[in-house]
């Protein structure tokens, strides 16, 4: 069975900084690309950046010179280093798998953990 075990949120300032993990079991991680996403309440999960299974990364624009995603295929997970966080970043954070075609990530996991929160304060 596919699972996601998402860690490493919290409350932070701004400015600050958090390295999120998510733990992957169930499938053939090191062949499939894996996506970082956020939700807030009333809202779509919306893809914050991913990886493919060799190591090219897609960013949103909002990601872009603050967050770096990363894989440790030994350790089936997958990093989101987020810095220069603003309250705008504040949300629930999940990963998902997916493929790599053309140079972007497609989603094509029907599977999600719990996800884990961020909050960032002013």
């Known amino acids: 069975q596919v699972h996601f075990v998402e860690s490493g949120g919290g409350l932070v300032q701004a400015g600050g900084s958090l390295r999120l993990s998510c733990v992957a079991s169930?499938?053939?991680?090191?062949?499939?690309?894996i996506g970082w996403y956020r939700q807030t309440p009333g809202n779509r999960r919306a893809l914050v950046a991913a990886v493919s299974s060799s190591g090219s990364t897609q960013y949103a624009d909002s990601a872009k010179g603050r967050f770096t995603i990363s894989r440790d295929n030994a350790k089936q997970t997958t990093y989101l280093q987020m810095n220069s966080l603003n309250p705008e970043d504040t949300a629930v954070y999940s990963c998902a798998g997916g493929s790599w075609v053309g140079g972007r990530y497609l989603p094509n996991s029907p599977y999600w953990g719990q996800g884990t929160q961020v909050t960032v304060s002013s």
């Open positions: 169930g499938f053939d991680f090191i062949d499939n690309a």
